[in-house]
């Protein structure tokens, strides 16, 4: 399910070097306590938590409100786990721009690494992934996908979009555990400043737009891009929660999509979503045509519902603290290791640590 969304400001810019390694030394070791005392499964299931994911950024010093936090609190979490996987039975694929299409294939190695097939996992971080561009089209552009699993097959996905209108991103979180549908109602919780009147095809009041949408695609394409372009020709004006115009999509291009799903019909909703070729602009006409013909209008309801241990890099609420930084991955890193060797006081020494950074 989708546990939760985080509106952030966009800011461009990166982390400063000496401070990127201290984050990647920490959430080594933040990484290496979780997964020692709960197991990986644990820690996938803390970054699919919006508000947990956030106050893990501000703990390692990062920008506490921005964009920015996102991709270099995953970044420093993937590098972190480097080399540690096999030992740790967590793998994290993905990350922004041009790596987070590699994330099928890092997702594939992995499995050759322990001789499972993980092409499940895989289908799993497409479909988070299309659903936050196609099935819920908030506006938001898709540039940041990070897959946390494990050799169970628990994952969770942290991924990001951004409104270079707006200037505002938006994160979302997706979690395994008892994930019924990719289609219908996938967000457990969302958190937002701001609301959006979205194309929202997997709220379940839009269940009737999914149904009609998956039979429009198995028809002639001909015909419904005749239906189309006349609905485009009249000029309508439409409605702003529909967020579309008729002149966003050809009716030439469309045909050409659904020539595919012509020849091989999607059996529902989420095959139709995961057609190669699929986005939002054909998801978009699919919709519109299935309420301004059919009566099957598509929901407009946005599913939207910090803690400081060493500063952050902007300065606020104050700058980094380096001394007390490299203090807290060593005191982490030492209670690690005398738990390695046997020592059971690694939990109050943990425990020591949290109250030595309040």
């Known amino acids: 399910m989708r546990t939760g969304v985080a509106n952030l400001p966009l800011h461009y810019g990166t ?30 299931r803390r970054v699919s938590d919006p508000f947990w994911f956030q106050s893990l950024g501000c703990v390692l010093g990062f920008d506490w409100h921005s964009s920015g936090l996102t991709t270099t609190t995953t970044g420093a979490l993937k590098q972190g786990v480097k080399g540690l996987e096999k030992d740790l039975g967590l793998w994290i694929a993905g990350g922004k721009g041009g790596t987070s299409r590699k994330t099928p294939s890092e997702i594939e190695t992995a499995g050759w690494q322990i001789g499972k097939d993980f092409s499940n996992l895989i289908y799993s971080s497409k479909m988070a992934a299309k659903v936050d561009t196609a099935g819920l089209q908030d506006g938001f552009d898709l540039y940041h996908h990070n897959f946390f699993f494990t050799k169970n097959g628990s994952w969770s996905v942290v991924q990001q979009g951004m409104n270079t209108q707006n200037r505002w991103a938006r994160r979302y979180h997706w979690l395994s555990d008892n994930l019924k549908s990719f289609v219908e109602e996938p967000h457990a919780a969302v958190a937002c400043d ?90 978009r006409a699919l919709a519109l045509i299935s309420d301004l013909v059919y009566g099957a209008p598509a929901s407009t309801r946005d599913p939207v519902k910090f803690t400081f241990a060493h500063g952050g890099k902007d300065g606020t609420p104050y700058p980094v603290d380096r001394k007390t930084y490299d203090k807290s991955i060593e005191v982490l890193k030492n209670a690690v290791r005398r738990a390695n060797i046997g020592e059971r006081e690694k939990i109050e020494a943990i425990k020591r640590l949290q109250y030595s950074l309040l």
């Open 15 to 44: 982390a400063p070097r000496w401070l990127f390694d201290r984050m990647t030394k920490l959430a080594r070791e933040i990484t290496i306590a979780i997964v020692t005392d709960f197991g990986p499964q644990e820690l996938v």
């Open 194 to 283: 701001q609301t959006v009147r979205p194309l929202n095809l997997v709220a379940a009041e839009s269940d009737q737009t999914r149904l009609v949408s998956t039979k429009i695609a198995g028809e002639n394409p001909e015909k419904t891009a005749k239906i189309f372009r006349r609905i485009a020709e009249k000029n309508l004006e439409m409605p702003a929660h529909e967020i579309i115009q008729p002149s966003d999509i050809k009716p030439e291009n469309l045909k050409k999509i659904l020539l595919s799903t012509y020849e091989n019909p999607p059996r529902d909703f989420e095959g139709l979503l995961s057609t190669k070729g699929v986005g939002p602009k054909t998801i």
